[in-house]
């Protein structure tokens, strides 16, 4: 733990700073997502070797697969803010001074507080949609195919679980950039 030029501690994590509880948190998450890659793997692993050696391929391998490696590309956004990762125009942040940063940074979070408000009105209909049939039941959308699991309508949940965790996390980085001092 080191100190922020406004004396807020935080945790350091290479060449980026974790500020809050929520992004700390989320950032030591990452470590339980990636076995969902090791996962994916053993489950392909397993599907070649039912295939081709025993001539018994799977009906669920390549959903699973597909469903896992999404859900993960999913979580990866928050995961990169909450790491401070997020794309950003270095060339002009790096060149105005700390103020300058400061007013960026707030400038951003207002834009991406936008962003996420629409995309999570979009996204609350769209796992409405997937998750409750037209007269309101709760019915979860299948793929369509023999084994049919709700994987789209999962990811669809976990999309707008994403989004409002990025909006949280969006106005924790606000709040703290309002309370950054201009010159640090």
Known sequence: MVDDPDGAPREETGDAAIHTALD??????????????????????????ARYVFKAPTFWAHETTTFLIAAIFLIGGPIALARDKHIRVRMIYDAVPPGGRRLLDIFNAIVALIFFTGLGY????MTWKATHTPTGDIHLEGTGTAWNPPTPALLKI??????????????LHLVRAIRRNGSS
């Open 24 to 49: 700390r948190l989320v950032a030591g998450s990452a470590k339980v997502f990636a076995w969902a890659i090791f996962l994916a793997f053993a489950i392909s692993v397993y599907e070649v070797v």
């Open 122 to 125: 979009a996204g609350a209909i």
């Open 158 to 171: 976990i999309i707008l679980a994403c989004v409002v965790l990025m909006f949280v996390q969006t106005v």
